[in-house]
């Protein structure tokens, strides 16, 4: 029974497909979740706020993600560096909509990776002194 939990685990592993969120598909699903539409139903306005907490969160994880490596880097006896040093006071929404920006302002990066978008709205726009602009590239 075990051999056989084991073998259904290791197929499930390799009979999946990856998936990343593209830039557009973040774009389409979180642009301008913070304006009311006008009418709309009491489900519909729960909905757009879960989305907005969703895409805002998604942000600001990455950024802490991204730092979080920088600090992992300098346990391991390499360069400890932040790669975005965000001014005090940012709100979340903020991010968002810089992160929507960058997206609408770089229509031909619309089918890499959001990650890689998040990444150069923040690096290059809030980068640490020590490593300023520096975008990333898709492999």
Partial sequence: MKGLLSAALLLSLFSSQSYALTSQEFYDKCNNLYQSPGKETPQDAVN?????????GFVGGMINGFNLVGNMLGQKGAVKRNFVCLPAGKQ???LLDEVIAYIK?????????????????????????????????QP
Avoid: H, M, W
């Fill in 92 to 94: 979340s929404q903020e």
């Fill in 48 to 56: 757009r706020a879960l989305n907005a907490g969703s895409c805002s």
């Fill in 105 to 137: 302002e770089n229509p031909e990066k619309a089918s890499e990776p959001v990650q890689i978008s998040v990444y150069n709205t923040f690096v290059l726009g809030y980068p640490c002194e020590e490593f300023a602009n520096k975008p990333a590239t």
